[in-house]
């Protein structure tokens, strides 16, 4: 199995500022995704992290908001632009370790509040 | 438009009861379906998926084509099987998930 790591774990920001999130895997993936898990809510996907080019964004998302970076296999940011309450949110990475198929493993989310 | 229902937000039983969570999907083709399971104070985690025919902690899951369901049962529960559970098909394109709203177990004593 992999450990997955998040960055921070959990923030408290003011409106109006970025705050970037990391996801470290210390094996080879094959696939990297960002998720939001809005509060009494399931997980969307915002994007799936491509190396070395622009991440794929799902509807609603876009890249002036959520700025994703993936340099190399096994390392990804996810930035929140300008925050607003309604970003208070769980973000979540996942990874699709290679040799595993399609199955997506979790990071422990970061929990981000602002006010 | 493709779809995936998960149908309770909450099922509550005793030790020992058989449980099912439902969940139903709409899509094209032929996703692949998983379980994924979050306990308190963890991360959420893959149960099961239905291409490994598996039985986990007790639980199995069988794909319904006909119904296109996939429903999540075991025939005992236990308290320590209390925690959200999400139904989550892969439709195929570049592994990505779409989750359903989830179901909160609670298993009482």
């Known amino acids: 199995s992999a450990v997955i790591s998040q960055k921070p774990s959990r923030d408290i920001c003011q409106r109006g500022t970025s705050l970037t999130i990391q996801c470290q895997v210390d094996?080879?993936?094959?696939?990297m995704f960002w998720y939001r898990q809005q509060p009494g809510q399931s997980l969307t996907l915002i994007a799936t992290?491509?190396?070395?080019?622009?991440?794929?964004?799902e509807s609603g998302f876009v890249i002036d908001k959520f700025p994703i970076s993936r340099p190399n296999l096994t390392f990804s940011t996810l930035t929140v632009s300008n925050m607003s309450p309604e970003d208070s949110s769980i973000y979540l990475c996942?990874?699709?370790?290679?040799?595993?198929?399609?199955?997506?493993?979790f990071g422990p989310g970061t929990r981000l509040t602002v006010l | 438009a493709q779809r995936v229902t998960q149908p309770e937000k909450l099922l509550s039983v005793f030790k020992g009861a058989p449980v099912e969570l439902k969940c139903n999907y709409s899509?094209?083709?032929?996703?692949?379906l998983f379980w994924y399971v979050q306990y308190s104070r963890q991360r959420l985690q893959l149960l099961l998926r239905?291409?490994s025919r598996e039985s986990i902690k007790g639980f199995t899951a069988d794909l319904n084509k006909g119904e296109t369901s996939f429903h999540l049962k075991k025939p005992f529960a236990q308290e320590e099987d209390s925690a959200m559970y999400y139904c989550?098909?892969?439709?195929?394109?570049?592994?990505?998930?779409?989750f359903g709203k989830g179901i909160t177990l609670s298993v009482r004593p």
């Open positions: 996942s990874v699709v370790l290679a040799g595993s198929l399609d199955t997506q493993y």
């Open positions: 899509y094209s083709g032929s996703p692949e």
């Open positions: 094996s080879q993936v094959t696939m």
């Open positions: 239905h291409i």
């Open positions: 992290a491509n190396q070395g080019s622009e991440a794929t964004y």
């Open positions: 989550a098909p892969n439709t195929g394109a570049n592994s990505k998930l779409t």
